[in-house]
């Protein structure tokens, strides 16, 4: 519609309405509109080709999306597959910008082109940077959590030959971590080590993965519980006879005995690395070329050309403005300052042990938080998500005491659920805070805009799976002030913690710049969550150890929200009475994630078309 509006004011602006007959004006539109649409289409075409070749070399991304395309492999993680997969996009890119002139393409197609050209840029960036990845360096995705991680929450089996896919799988895993180790050791002698307290971690999960049944003689290990109970479903279903489950118990149990030796092959590098791994100041700038490795880090992150120094006063002006409608709100409830809500919540609501009840409780409570919100959707959104929710504990072999929650979309056909991973495990927080949690995880937020990304139809089939830190995570954060909008909030507590929340996210921004950009150390790190982000002490030294394992990453929270807010401001403003609430929305998340960047010119677009 928005193409005919601009087709029809177009033959207006150059003939004169009133000159021109009503019967002439439809074939000029109707042409315009027609050859605009076929380019689209034939856009789509190439990029959906295109696309298809990128899953036959990232067949996990496939799984994710739910293609069965290499569902029997793993990624392949060398530098030589790395460089084919940049090669093939560069190619990629020159044949679009061949083949296509963006200027006669809709604003939604030249949104499409924008980001297919955007990629080859990310991974030129990530390519030239990728000694400071290597494999077991991260918090959240080192390599001998996620190869079962993904194994557990993503491969889904419905039916035998899945489950063989499966087993595959288990069996590619030790050549994957064999890679891990070779990566480690050529980042080591680039002089890029992994801080001391990550290579305990993975010592501490390797060991959990091949501890218990089939390696011994405790309870079942995670993989072979799994295992079991994807089988079991199998046959409980009919898909399967008793015999074939039980060649295919052995399979999987043949596959596990397999890969135990590769994870002790992990474990004796990390029990080598040990002695000197580095501890104290381990930001981007202890590292050779740190300062142009974390600025790439910000770009790749935020989607903006920010720098440090910008990022780190952004984040002090958003912590003294939160701190002061913390203020407010806490006046407003009868309480002197913040200062003295804070007390209220720790005498009525104080941190306790995990126990199994408490934590049946939590995920009962936090289940039902994202049942209500859900029930507010409509008068909000237009798109609305499709599939079930659940919120779930953390895989064994990944929980960490105070370990950040996050979400998994569901799959494009909903077989499998959106989720919420939650840890349980070390003392709880307050419980108000559970539903500014749900809205940012769940509904609206995190798993209700993967429902809507993986639905899509008409776009390019790339973007039901491509993400960016910015959008995605600046989405969440919008969710949770939205949240407060719809009514989802019980009482002040909960719209307090709120603000905790993007409190904590403002100081993300002082505390990753402070370790990567201005030599603090791990210890003044957690000090300023703790005092400043109101994280309770497990949580900050948590979060911080993420920082420092994913440089720039916590920053894209805070910059995405931002620009979504500024974005909704400017909307409002210029288009009074005709803004549309429902409709931004709308926009925001009907397409996928995308550059900042990209948001803006669509969102412009979107104001021009409705003025």
Same mark, same amino acid.
């Given at each position: ?16 309405? @009133? ?72 190619? @990629? ?12 393409? @809709? ?52 039916? !035998? ?82 015999? *074939? ?15 135990? &030796? ?55 002006? #958003? ?20 200062? !003295?809500?804070?007390? #209220? ?5 104080? &941190? ?37 929710? *659940?919120?779930?504990?953390? &895989? ?83 969710? #949770? ?118 948001? #803006? ?11």
């Amino acid at each position: 519609m928005r193409d005919v509006i601009r087709a029809a004011a177009a033959a207006a602006l150059l003939c004169g309405v @009133s000159a021109l007959p009503a019967v002439a004006k439809a074939p000029v539109k109707t042409a315009a509109s027609a050859n605009r649409a076929a380019e689209d289409a034939r856009l789509t075409a190439f990029l959906d080709a295109e696309f298809e070749a990128e899953l036959k070399m990232r067949p996990q991304l496939a799984t994710r999306l739910g293609s069965k395309v290499g569902e029997d492999r793993l990624d392949d993680i060398s530098d030589a597959a790395a460089l084919r997969l940049l090669e093939w996009r560069r190619g @990629s890119v020159a044949k679009m910008k061949a083949g296509f002139s963006r200027a006669k393409l @809709s604003p939604e197609a030249q949104a499409n082109y924008d980001i297919w050209a955007y990629e080859l840029e990310r991974a030129e960036l990530a390519y030239r940077n990728r000694v400071y990845s290597p494999p077991f360096y991260s918090f959240l995705y080192s390599a001998h959590s996620q190869l079962p991680n993904f194994l557990v929450n993503t491969h889904n089996v419905q039916d !035998a030959s899945d489950m063989r896919a499966y087993n595959a799988r288990l069996r590619a895993i030790p050549a994957v971590l064999d890679e891990a180790i070779a990566q480690s050791k050529r980042s080591d002698a680039a002089g890029v080590r992994a801080p001391k307290f990550e290579i305990e971690r993975v010592i501490e999960g390797s060991k959990a993965i091949i501890a218990g049944t089939p390696f011994g003689d405790r309870a079942d290990s995670p993989l072979w519980a799994d295992a079991k109970a994807k089988i079991e479903k199998l046959q409980a279903a009919g898909k399967v006879t008793p015999a *074939e489950a039980e060649a295919l118990r052995a399979e999987a149990r043949s596959a596990l005995l397999a890969m135990r &030796p590769a994870y002790e092959r992990v474990i004796a590098w990390a029990e080598s690395e040990l002695p000197t791994a580095p501890s104290g100041r381990v930001g981007a700038i202890s590292l050779p070329g740190g300062a142009a490795y974390y600025a790439a880090a910000l770009k790749l992150n935020t989607t903006t050309d920010l720098t440090p120094e910008q990022v780190h006063r952004i984040g002090l002006r #958003e912590v003294a403005r939160i701190e002061g409608e913390q203020d407010a709100l806490a006046r407003k409830a009868g309480f002197k300052d913040r200062h !003295a809500f804070y007390a #209220e919540r720790a005498r009525v609501a104080p &941190p306790v042990p995990w126990t199994e009840e408490t934590r049946t409780a939590y995920l009962r409570q936090a289940n039902a938080a994202i049942a209500h919100t859900r029930e507010l959707l409509p008068n909000y959104f237009g798109l609305l998500p499709a599939y079930k929710v *659940e919120v779930v504990r953390e &895989p064994s072999f990944s929980e960490v005491a105070g370990g950040a929650a996050h979400a998994a979309p569901p799959s494009p056909d909903g077989t499998r659920p959106g989720r919420v991973y939650v840890h349980l495990l070390g003392t709880s927080e307050d419980p108000a805070a559970v539903y500014d949690l749900m809205c940012h995880e769940g509904i609206p937020g995190h798993v209700m805009q993967g429902d809507i990304q993986v639905r899509q139809t008409g776009a390019p089939k790339f973007r039901r799976g491509y993400g960016y830190v910015a959008f995605g995570e600046g989405w969440g954060l919008y969710a #949770e002030a939205l949240c407060k909008e719809m009514g989802a909030f019980p009482d002040v507590a909960a719209d307090f913690m709120r603000l905790e929340a993007e409190l904590f996210r403002a100081a993300r921004l002082v505390v990753d710049t402070g370790i990567h950009a201005k030599g603090w150390t791990e210890e003044q790190a957690v000090q300023y969550m703790i005092e400043t982000g109101r994280s309770p002490p497990e949580q900050a030294r948590s979060e911080v150890r993420r920082y420092i394992t994913l440089p720039g990453q916590a920053t894209g929270y805070k910059i995405g929200m931002l620009k979504i807010m500024e974005l909704r401001a400017r909307a409002e403003k210029q288009l009074g009475p005709k803004f549309d609430l429902k409709g931004f929305h709308d926009l925001l998340i009907g397409s996928g994630s995308q550059p900042l960047s990209v948001l #803006e010119r669509r969102v412009n677009d979107w104001i021009a078309a409705r003025r």
